[in-house]
T-cell receptor
């Protein structure tokens, strides 16, 4: 069985500050890992993904995430927050068949 | 490209009524999925279809049925709606397990 834990249901940062959203996963096989973003009243949009190879992956909108197998983590970061980054973020792990399990989400608030 | 299209966007049902949520994708993806999203609970998989002609249960299938009509279309049916099925429903499609999903914009369903 696979699972995802997102630490912190709400994160608040100031504009220009570092964004760090935490995700830990559990998987019995080498995982495929994803971060999605959801803006109000919209569907989820893929931010970035880790499959194999480089452990630091870059995504859209300046976000990146690092896969750390020893820590079973896949934390999402952005060096400088922008007001437009305010949204809900979901970490997900996928099995080889393509079924994804999602975390409960983290709402990011960006203060001016 | 339209991507993943869901209809309707909003629906109010009375307890015991039935309805079908429609989903169509134009990306030639093999896999399609239905999730429900409830506050603080992330997304939970209801049913999925790995390929045309196949469907399988996910985490929360009770009270739902699905039909993979063809490669493009994957519908979700509520035979006898209950208030516990009040939720936002998302359809998604996937090209391959390591590619992530493309989501529709969701159907907001209220059962009274």
């Amino acid at each position: 069985a696979q699972s995802v834990t997102q630490l912190g249901s709400h994160v608040s940062v100031s504009e220009g500050a570092l964004v760090l959203l935490r995700c830990n996963y559990s998987s019995s096989v080498p995982p495929y890992l994803f971060w999605y973003v959801q803006y109000p009243n919209q569907g989820l949009q893929l931010l970035l993904k880790y499959t194999t190879g480089a452990t630091l992956v870059k995504g859209i909108n300046g976000f990146e995430a690092e896969f750390k197998k020893s820590e079973t983590s896949f934390h999402l970061t952005k060096p400088s927050a922008h007001m437009s980054d305010a949204a809900e973020y979901f970490c997900a792990v996928s099995d080889p068949a393509g079924k994804s399990t999602f975390g409960d989400g983290t709402t990011l608030t960006v203060k001016p | 490209n339209a991507g993943v299209t869901q209809t309707p966007k909003f629906q109010v049902l009375k307890t015991g009524q039935s309805m079908t949520l429609q989903c169509a994708q134009d990306m030639n993806h093999n896999s399609m999925y239905w999730y429900r999203q409830d506050p603080g609970m992330g997304l939970r998989l209801i049913y999925y279809s790995a390929s045309e002609g196949t469907t399988d249960k996910g985490e929360v299938p009770n009270g739902y049925n699905v039909s993979r009509l063809n490669k493009r279309e994957f519908s979700l049916r509520l035979e006898s709606a209950a208030p516990s099925q009040t939720s936002v429903y998302f359809c998604a499609s996937g090209r391959a397990p390591n590619y992530g999903y493309t989501f529709g914009s969701g159907t907001r369903l209220t059962v009274v």
